[in-house]
């Protein structure tokens, strides 16, 4: 009978540490990663044999003063090169900032750089119904992150103080480790 561990809420490191502290022995047992969504979409069920890890993490601060000059001086040639469309919900220095932020978050976590991973447009950040921001790859971003074997991506944008920080961190699920012991 295979044993799951289900993450609240798609997952975490609180909720494993508080699963992990419940179940005596676990932490010397690797979790499994079954990718599946459960039914209501509430959480990631995890399998012993294969353990999530983290592939990279990527974080950007962006001045917004200087977002908004670009915003004054080159307007849409600015965002047709850098967005998709619709992605701009909002035209002011701080929320571009913040996009900006990310998207250069998101290729520092690829390890590309923004050049090397594709475009602007091959980062999009939309947001849930909620407002929380997610991530959408495409392009030369998408393949970076599929040759890396991301599975879930994770982006948090704040501001403060004349500032825009984005953390990106891409996840996915790491080679099993060989069981026993012994040398080849």
């Known amino acids: 009978m295979e044993r799951f561990l289900v993450l609240p ?3 975490g490191g609180a909720a494993l540490a508080r ?12 979790l499994r990663l079954r990718r599946a969504p459960l ?11 294969e353990t999530m890890t983290v592939l990279g993490v990527g974080l950007d601060i962006v001045a917004v003063h200087r977002v908004t000059a670009l915003l004054a001086r080159h307007g849409e040639r600015f965002l047709s090169r850098c967005f998709a469309d619709g992605e701009v919900r909002r035209r002011d220095g701080e929320h571009v900032a913040g996009l ?5 978050a998101c290729f520092k976590a690829l390890g590309t750089g923004w050049g090397g991973g594709g475009g602007g447009g091959d980062v999009v950040v939309e947001a849930t119904a909620a407002g929380a921001p997610v991530l959408r790859l495409a392009g030369g971003a998408a393949r970076r992150a599929a040759l890396l074997g991301v599975t879930r991506q994770h982006v948090a944008i704040s501001h403060d103080g004349g500032l825009a920080v984005a953390v990106v961190v891409l996840e ?12 080849g």
């Open 9 to 11: 809420g798609g997952g």
């Open 39 to 49: 039914p209501n979409g509430a959480g990631v069920a995890f399998r012993r044999g």
């Open 100 to 104: 900006v932020a990310a998207k250069e």
């Open 172 to 183: 996915g699920v790491a080679p099993a480790r060989p069981q026993g012991g012994g040398g």
């Open 19 to 30: 699963c992990l502290a419940r179940q005596p022995g676990a932490a010397r047992r690797h």
